[in-house]
């Protein structure tokens, strides 16, 4: 785009405008500056062209800039999201959702690798590596956006289903939050011992144990009482009951029912 228009040149400005002009009616869009923004444009281009963007649509659609590992528009006024392409480990991209934790906006992260055969992170993730990093993603608080890339074909550009085994488990994601009020939960890693943990304390914990097992969670401050324990299974949508738990202290969830990932529900 820089050979063909220019930086901030009266034809780029006039293509961002067509496009602003030709699509913001429909309400099913929001805006993207470009894919991989940063490494194309800098910051402060970034900061002009959103900013031409959104005065330019009537409709105040969402908007903001999908760039590569990279994101410097977390507190710009135009910018709606955080949104970002980070691949790694269940932990890296945890952590990654979590830098922008104090941002009062949605964080997605578009691109954290699309479904196929590989048993490692990056493009072509097996279905067990992309559920395991989409609940994470979910744990840290943030979204993952799903691309099926399996058999080698980019279906997610085709605008029709392709042959990936994910989006049967990760609709079991969706229904899972849906019956809890996700908005009030909150990241809660320092109370587990392993896994990963969102919580409304006193009320509502759910614990993610991507490789299964056990785990310790810290109710300490808790009135008297007990929690109910519940058992997921991120794969199928089934759950078990796993009992009641004393509120006191620090006490063991666990162990998991069924090998692999699982996630335990607390409540009262």
Not at 185 to 213: H, T
Not at 232 to 242: K, L, Q
Request: charge should be negative.
């Amino acid at each position: 785009m820089q050979a063909e228009y220019g930086w901030l040149t009266e034809n780029e400005y006039r293509l961002y405008r067509y496009a602003v002009a030709r699509l913001a009616a429909f309400d099913n869009v929001w805006w993207d500056l470009g894919n991989e923004i940063n490494e194309v444009r800098d910051p402060a281009w970034g900061e002009t062209m959103g900013a031409f963007v959104r005065a330019q649509d009537p409709y105040d659609r969402l908007l903001s800039a999908h760039g590569h590992a990279e994101f410097p528009y977390a507190r710009s006024p135009w910018a709606d999201f955080v949104i970002s392409q980070h691949y790694g480990k269940l932990d890296e991209l945890y952590w990654w959702a979590q830098r922008f934790h104090e941002v009062a906006k949605p964080f997605v992260n578009e691109e954290y690798g699309y479904e196929g055969e590989a048993d490692r992170p990056g493009h072509g993730l097996n279905v067990d590596w992309l559920r395991r990093s989409h609940w994470t993603l979910a744990m840290a608080g943030g979204y993952g956006t799903y691309g099926d890339h399996s058999g080698g074909v980019a279906w997610f550009y085709m605008g029709e289903p392709g042959n990936g085994k994910a989006p049967a488990q990760l609709k079991h994601l969706r229904t899972f939050f849906e019956a809890l009020p996700f908005q009030e939960l909150e990241p809660k890693q320092q109370l587990v011992l392993r896994g990963y943990c969102l919580a409304k304390p006193g009320a509502v914990y759910v614990i993610y144990l991507p490789e299964g097992g056990a785990t310790d969670v810290n109710l300490q401050g808790l009135p008297p009482g007990t929690l109910q324990v519940t058992w997921f299974d991120p794969r199928t949508g089934a759950t078990v009951d796993g009992g009641k738990l004393e509120t006191r202290g620090r006490r063991k969830v666990g162990p998991a029912p069924s090998e692999g990932d699982v996630v335990a529900v607390l409540r009262r």
